[in-house]
Nanobody
Framework: QVHVAESGGGRVQPGGSLKLSCFAS????????MGWYRQAPGKQRELVAG???????NYLDDVKGRFTISRDNAKNTMYLQMNSLKPEDTAVYYC?????????WGRGTLVTVSS
């Protein structure tokens, strides 16, 4: 069982920045494939950014150049640096962990971009 917990959400003005963190338990964190998903009201959950166990990132086209995903294996933590935020980035952001054929989710953290 992997316990996943997100933090760092909040309210920010358009053009602002936020950094999300995701802590995942376990002794094999460096083997986890991880990702950030988001779900806006009335929309399906979508993958925003993913990072492999060796640190290779991939991004949703809409966030390329604005968001940066990273991981610190020593701290069992993944991050999402979000810059130049837009109102359409407003959503609940979820952390996803994949390992040994299983998937684990956090409860999500709300990001609101509004003036």
């Amino acid at each position: 069982q992997v316990h996943v917990a997100e933090s760092g959400g909040g309210r920010v003005q358009p053009g602002g920045s936020l950094k999300l963190s995701c802590f995942a338990s376990g002794s094999v964190f460096n083997s986890y494939t991880m990702g950030w998903y988001r779900q806006a009201p009335g929309k399906q959950r979508e993958l925003v950014a993913g990072i492999t166990s060796i640190g290779s990132p991939n991004y949703l086209d809409d966030v390329k150049g604005r968001f940066t995903i990273s991981r610190d294996n020593a701290k069992n933590t993944m991050y999402l640096q979000m810059n130049s935020l837009k109102p359409e980035d407003t959503a609940v952001y979820y952390c996803n962990v994949g390992v040994y054929g299983m998937e684990y989710w956090g409860r999500g953290t709300l990001v609101t971009v509004s003036s």
